[in-house]
């Protein structure tokens, strides 16, 4: 690797789903998003290491309720919150997660503490044992809307096949949506990280286990790394961050690794998104469903796929330093 200081990049996620259609809703979105860019790339280029851009970045988007991690987090059939994080070194190469947690503000700080451990991925007796250990405060990331939302299901018996992972525009207009949060970074020495985190995918049963502290959810080696998202059980079945990363390390350019992946994944039938960098500093991003929620720095420009309308099997790509 050069030892040459390098651009630093920069893509985030709030969701992927089905609508987006307000413009007040695209608006809230994008001034949420944007502010988290701002803010962690500032870091990066103040020396920050990707780890510790990525979770930075997520514990700001954990803390925004218009997304589905941490503060703003879905309930589950039976009413509680219940979230989960991992954090992906690709240098180190090195996972650790957290699962089903409860009454935690950022998920993503135990996956980090997690990083250090013999024991890296805990589920959640170990996880709230953990949070004793660390005397984090127990926090309530319950909001009036998530709670509203859990009765009204109730009310109809948890009819719908399932809660939207995404941003829904009515939400949206009620200033909070849906979707898993993810960050990926390429720091000044060239080092990658990702972070991913949510509360689920809403409704659902007791013990399920979310994609986002998996690897097939959030994966990254040297050469990139992906974070996912959209339904987790179409995302583990795809292993997509793993399927998409190995093919930048095997020497596929990272554009026609999410194109491929993407069109796969189309081709299954799945409803889902992903984010990612790779080692040359080009950004990508892909999705089978209809809005993903992201926006990225490339170092000269901010932008984002609020509003992209790309080809469903094409993935969209910006800056690359190669
Ligand atoms: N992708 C988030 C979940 O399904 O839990």
Redesign the pocket.
Known sequence: MSTEPVQPKLIIHGGAGSSLKGKGGVDAVRKSLYTVIEEVYALLLAGATAKEAVVRGCQLLEDDPHFNAGTGSVLQSDGQIRMSASLMDGAAQRFSGVINVSRVRNPIELALTLQDSDDRILSDHGAAELLRELQIPTYDPLTEIRLREWMLERAGNFTREMAD?VAEHELIEDNAGRG?IGVVALDSQGQIAVGTS?G??GFERIGRV???AMPA?NYALPQAAVS?????ED?IDECLAPRIVIRVADGLPIQEAFRRSFEESHQNGRDLGAIGIDQTGAIAWGKTSEVLLAAYHTGEKVGDTLEWQGEQLVAGIAGDRS
């Not at 996912?228 to 987790?232: S, V, W």
């Open positions: 992972v898993t949510t689920g995918k979310s994609d986002s959810g996912c998202t959209g339904i987790g995302i």
